[in-house]
Each structure stands twice: as C-alpha cells, then as structure tokens.
C-alpha cells in the first residue's frame, strides 16, 4: 500500500511540473461545496445500479444473496477501493464478504468475475459511441489509445472463450479434481442458460458508466469546461480503464494524468483536465467512506 501511495505522490508531482498550479487552484475553487455534497449523493446513488447488477449476476450463477446483503457487501466494496488497489481490490472485499451470506461460494465469484468483465467491456463499449460520435474530432492519439483498449479486450474475450471450450474436457479430470470442481460447473451451467440476464447486466453496465460519464461532464461545466458531454463519453471511460492499473493507490494519478492526455486534442487545458479527475476523485473517496459507514450500519440493523 505505501508503495501504491508513493506512486500516486510521483504521478501528481510529474503532472503539477506540467500544470500552472494557479490555474489548478482556480479550477478547483469554482466548485461550491453544495454542489460537490449533490454530486457525493448522486454517485452513492447511482451505484444502487451497480448493486442490482452484481446482485443479478450472483444469483443466476446460484448465490440466492438478499438485496440488502448485496447492498452492504457492495458498498463495503467502495470503502474497500480507497486502500486497495485500484477497483479490483474493492471487487475482492465485495465479493469475500458475500460468500459468508450466500448459498454458494462458487456463485458468488463467478458471477462477480462476470460482471466485472461486463463492467469493463460497457467501460469499453461506452467509449467506443464516443469516439462514433466524434468521428473527426478524434486525433491520431485518442485512436491508438481507443484501438490498445478494443485489443486488449478482444485478447481478454478470446482468453475468455478458450477457457469456456475446455469446460468439456473436465470429465476427463481425475475424480478428486472433478469433485472439488462441481460447484463452479454448476454455477457455470446457470449463467450459461441465462443468456438474457448476461444481455441486462451489460446494458446496466452501460447505463451506469453513461451516468456517471454524464455527472462528471456536470462537475466539468461547473468548473469551465465548456465541451461537449460527448467528448467525455470518450475521454472519461479510457481514463476510468486506466485507473484499473494497480501501479498507484485507488488509480490516483493515473486518471489524473489519462484525463490532462486525453482532453489535450479537444482544447481542454491541462489544468481544468486535472482538476475533474481531482474532483471526481474526492468523490470517489468520501462515497467509499460514506459507503463503509452505510454498510456497517445495514450489519447493525441486520444483527438487531
């Protein structure tokens, strides 16, 4: 973790010996604390989409998980995110504490993989209707950067469906192997059925990242930067999938720096780009601490 949050303290030393910190400051202060509380409560609430959708995805694959359970382990996850690295570690806390509530451990992690593979494809998907959208607006680098993503995906996706081609060939394991094996098959089996369900939860996947593409275009405007929210549904998801990295702690510094790249061909200074993902980045901490004391509080009223 110190390491993690030595990167982040590199990452923004490099950016602020590129960007005016007076022009930072200015950015930073155009935002009033009423509208930087409205936009805490709206990514707290707009994460109950999340809580559907992971809870949709477990429970095809057979967890049975209640939705105040789903929405507690969830919103842990969020406190999880601010000390691990990047979202995947709030993903591990989410889904560790499910499997103690749920009726199969198996179905907890498969659905919870699945879904946030689904995450990262809408992630993808999100930004590839922007750059649709902005067909000569896009430079030659936003391009390569929107192709490195569709091909890491698609690498993903085949690696996805070699793993899928060998399920066949697991009753030719050892008996001991195949035992131990049955519950993750059975979770398999469930989700496969269910090809609608996987179809709902990446559209939610979509909506969700689209959303929060939308209250961060919001908080931009706020702060001056007048584009297009079009542009953000380009720019924000690539500097989201950035963020994934583990190199620094909670992705801090890393979308801050994919953001200032990023928006550099669309005329947005290097500033009012740092300044959104500052911004959006402590709303990103105080939900995953208003997150953590929301879940604790659903334990205590479960246990009373």
């Not at 030393?13 to 590129?18: E, K, R, S």
């Not at 930073?28 to 559907?52: C, D, E, Q």
């Not at 498969?110 to 879904?115: F, I, K, N, T």
């Not at 510094?253 to 061909?265: D, K, N, S, Y």
Request: charged share 10%.
């Amino acid at each position: 973790m110190l390491l993690r949050v030595l990167g982040s303290i590199v990452v923004l030393a490099v950016l602020l010996a590129f960007v005016p910190l007076d022009e930072l400051r200015a950015a930073l202060a155009r935002v009033p604390a009423m509208i930087w509380l409205a936009a805490l409560a709206t990514y707290l609430g707009l994460h109950l989409i999340g809580v559907v959708k992971w809870r949709m995805m477990m429970n095809g694959a057979g967890a049975g998980i209640s939705f105040r359970d789903t929405v507690r382990c969830y919103y842990y996850g969020l406190f999880g995110n601010i000390f691990l690295p990047s979202i995947v570690g709030g993903d591990v806390v989410r889904a560790g504490l499910a499997t103690r509530l749920s009726h199969s451990k198996s179905g907890v992690i498969l659905g919870s993989l699945v879904d946030r593979t689904l995450d990262t494809v809408g992630l993808a998907a999100v930004a590839g209707i922007g750059m649709l959208l902005l067909p000569t607006a896009v430079d030659p680098r936003s391009r390569t950067t929107f192709m490195a993503v569709v091909a890491f995906m698609a690498l993903a996706g085949v690696s996805v469906l070699v793993v899928l081609a060998m399920v066949p060939w697991v009753r030719r394991l050892p008996y001991r192997v195949r035992r131990k094996l049955v519950p993750p098959r059975r979770a398999y089996l469930a989700l496969r059925r269910q090809p609608g369900r996987l179809l709902a939860s990446l559209v939610l996947g979509m909506l969700l990242q689209g959303l929060l593409v939308l209250l961060n275009a919001w908080l931009g405007q706020v702060m001056g930067m007048e584009i297009s929210p079009v542009v953000w549904l380009f720019v924000w998801p690539l500097a989201k999938i950035a963020a994934i990295l583990p190199i620094t702690q909670g992705g801090v510094g890393v979308r801050e720096g994919a953001l200032v790249v990023l928006f550099q061909p669309f005329g947005v200074p290097a500033a009012a780009a740092m300044a959104s993902g500052l911004v959006f980045t402590a709303v990103v901490m105080a939900g995953g601490l208003v997150g953590g004391a929301i879940a604790f509080l659903i334990g205590k009223w479960s246990r009373s």
